[in-house]
Every structure is written in structure tokens, then in C-alpha cells.
């Protein structure tokens, strides 16, 4: 809930690929509403929101942008035309997943790839995450084996990242938090042709 209005926290997903995919799944599998969008007309993708569940709600992008928690599960190219959406991004939390793999650093300022989504995102509050599982095990129900499958979670707002942990502990996952972005933030997250140490790449193939 959001203490300040006392309404339930609304979710959306803008990329409904294999990893937009596999985050509503997560969603539907407990029971979560979650919108989802892409460039297209919502109708041309509702019959597979629908097969994934009755709470994945196919939306445009002008509609996704309205929730308070968002899933960047678009590719990394991809997210300044999202960030366009908004001129501000104040009160919302950006749930970022790409990987940059294979962006050059120069592009990136030398930065860390989540440091420049979170500049292209004005005011929002950004936390790195979900984006080391390949999408057919982040699709998969995490409680394996008598455990959780972990998500590592970064961010350079605390209140954000556990806002992201909360929810990933409601979806089942176990939250590892990893602190600031340009700090343990960066073993999960791919730089140039290297990927980050978190992410599994020797277990999963990523596109
Ligand atoms: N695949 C994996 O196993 C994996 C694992 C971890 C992280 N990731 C990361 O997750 C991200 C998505 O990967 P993916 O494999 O799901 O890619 P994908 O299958 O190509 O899906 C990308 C989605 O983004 C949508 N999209 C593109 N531009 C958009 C825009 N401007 N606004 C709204 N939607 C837009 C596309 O829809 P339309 O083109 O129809 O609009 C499509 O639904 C990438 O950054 C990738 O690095 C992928």
C-alpha cells in the first residue's frame, strides 16, 4: 500500500518479450494485477496476456506509464523512447532489467548502464533488478528445491529498493540486496562484452 494515499500499489510491465513474458507470470502466479505494453495496439498482443492469466491486463504505454512500480523490460536501446513518455518520473519506481551487453562504454559515459537509464528516467526512483535469470527460469515458479531463487536488487534510493524487495518476496523470489548502483550494483550488470559477475551466463543463454 502507499502510505501516503492509502491506495494498493498498482504494477506494469513495458516490454512484453521473453523477459516481460516471464515477469507477468511471476505475477499471475500469485495472483498480482499487472498491465502490460509495447509500441503496439494492446489488442494485437491480448490473447497471449490472457493465456499467461485474468490479471495481466494488456495496456498502451500511455496507460502503463500511470502505475507507480514499472518493469523496463524493453532492450537497453529501447529505453530512452520509454523514458520520452514522461516528462517526469517523480513518485515512481523504475524497476530496470535490461542488460547492456555489448553497448560500447563510450555510449554510456563510461557509466554504469543503470545510472544512465536512471538520468534518462527525470525523478524517479530507480532500482536494478530481475535481470541476471534467463527468462525461462525467471518464468519458472522460484520455489525450487525448498528454497527461493534470489533476485539481486540495487538502487541508490533505499526506500525504493525496499519497495522492489517487499514485492519480490511477495512474488516468491528472495530479495538480495546489493547497495548502490555504482557499488555492488555493478556485478549485475553487463559492461561492454563483459556481463556482470551475478549474472549466470554460463547457465543460461540470453539473446
Ligand atoms: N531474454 C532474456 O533471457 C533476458 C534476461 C535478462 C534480462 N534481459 C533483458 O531484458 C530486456 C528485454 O529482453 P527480451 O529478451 O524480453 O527482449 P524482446 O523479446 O525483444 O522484447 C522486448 C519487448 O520490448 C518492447 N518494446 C520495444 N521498444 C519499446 C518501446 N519503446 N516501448 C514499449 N515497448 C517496447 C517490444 O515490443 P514491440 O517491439 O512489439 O513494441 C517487446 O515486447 C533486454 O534489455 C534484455 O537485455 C533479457
Known amino acids: 500500500m502507499n502510505n501516503s494515499e492509502n491506495k494498493a500499489t498498482s504494477y506494469s510491465i513495458i516490454g512484453f518479450g521473453n523477459i516481460g513474458k516471464a515477469l507477468a507470470g511471476a505475477f499471475a502466479r500469485k ?10 495496439d ?8 490472457a493465456k499467461i492469466g485474468p490479471g495481466i491486463i494488456p495496456t498502451t504505454l ?3 506509464v500511470k502505475a507507480d512500480v514499472i518493469f523496463l523490460a524493453v532492450r537497453f536501446e529501447s529505453h530512452p ?4 513518455a514522461l516528462p517526469n518520473w517523480q513518485g515512481k519506481t523504475i524497476v530496470d532489467v535490461t542488460n547492456a551487453y555489448g553497448v560500447p562504454l563510450e555510449q554510456l559515459g563510461g557509466q554504469p548502464s543503470a545510472r544512465v537509464v536512471a538520468q534518462a528516467f527525470t525523478g524517479g526512483k530507480l532500482v536494478k533488478g530481475f535481470n541476471h535469470l534467463g527468462a525461462a527460469i525467471l518464468g519458472q515458479d522460484p520455489a525450487v ?3 527461493r531463487r534470489v533476485v539481486f536488487l540495487s538502487s541508490d534510493d533505499d526506500g525504493a ?6 514485492l519480490a518476496e511477495n512474488l516468491g523470489f528472495s530479495p538480495i540486496k546489493l547497495g548502490g548502483l555504482s557499488e555492488g550494483g555493478l556485478l549485475v550488470q553487463a559492461r561492454g562484452n563483459s556481463w556482470g559477475q551475478l549474472i549466470f551466463k554460463d547457465l543460461v543463454k540470453f539473446d
Open 31 to 40: 495472483g498480482i494485477d499487472v498491465s502490460v505494453a509495447t509500441t503496439h
Open 42 to 49: 494492446p489488442k494485437s498482443f491480448a490473447s497471449d496476456a
Open 62 to 64: 500511455a496507460e502503463a
Open 81 to 84: 523512447d520509454v523514458a520520452k
Open 145 to 147: 528445491h525448498g528454497g
Open 161 to 166: 529498493a525496499a519497495e522492489i524487495g517487499a
